[in-house]
């Protein structure tokens, strides 16, 4: 059973443009919210994360937009440039201490 | 510090054979985890540890899976006998409990193919 519902599953999006990356939960419990960015051969590392007191977050050129009463949160890659193509997890955890991810979405940025 | 250590980076075996995947997390962390990634499932939690002891191994596939953690600094994920099924990413990951972000810090992962 998937508990972090993630779409698309893959993105190409010109420079300069807005990556948007969608995340869906039905855990009522969760209570962070990170995403993980992965390039090949290698481990996902941690790019930014949300807590549900709040409603937006931004670093950069990340921002996770975040509706608890949908139970959706998302990604947004301003101003996407080549060297964020990658592989972009969500995820979600209760108490921190056993992290569910969505399947991943690949995302390539075209020159 | 060197981050986590994964070995090896690759594996290939044949089907019915052990496989034995090592993992040394950075030190000081307390948590360590064991994912497997694969296309069609992503990231699965197979397992984590919490100071060397085992809390949730629910995502195990089954007994064919086992994990250890003899001491702080290792911890080791056997499959016996492995199936090609069992082909995937297989990645360790640790934290320390209060780190700022709660961040899981990954290892490069060890590439499992099964023939």
């Known amino acids: 059973q998937q508990q972090v519902k993630q779409s698309p599953q893959s993105l190409i999006v010109q420079k300069g443009g807005i990556s948007i990356i969608n995340c869906a939960y039905e855990n009522t419990a969760f209570d962070y919210f990170p995403w993980y960015q992965q390039f090949p051969g290698k481990g996902p590392a941690l790019l930014i994360a949300?807590?549900?007191?709040?409603s937006e977050k931004k670093e950069g050129r990340f921002t996770i937009s975040f509706n608890k009463s949908a139970k959706q949160f998302s990604l947004h890659i301003m101003d996407s440039q080549p060297g964020d193509s990658a592989t972009y997890f969500c995820a979600a955890s209760e108490s921190f201490q056993k992290l569910v991810f969505g399947t991943g979405t690949r995302l390539l940025v075209s020159p | 510090d060197a981050g986590v250590i994964q070995s090896p980076r690759h594996e290939v075996t044949e089907m019915g054979q052990e496989v034995t995947l090592r993992c040394k997390p950075i030190?000081?962390?307390?948590?360590l985890f064991w994912y497997r990634q694969t296309m069609m499932r992503g990231l699965e939690l197979l397992i984590y540890?919490?100071?060397?002891?085992?809390?949730?191994d629910s995502g195990m596939p089954e007994d064919r899976f086992s994990a250890k953690m003899p001491n702080a600094s290792f911890s080791t994920l056997k499959i016996q006998p492995s199936e090609p099924r069992d082909s995937a990413v297989y990645f360790c990951a640790s934290t320390q409990r209060g780190a700022p972000g709660e961040k899981l810090f990954f290892g490069s992962g060890t590439q499992l193919s099964v023939l």
């Open positions: 949300i807590r549900p007191d709040v």
């Open positions: 540890f919490n100071n060397n002891v085992p809390i949730d």
């Open positions: 030190s000081g962390h307390d948590y």
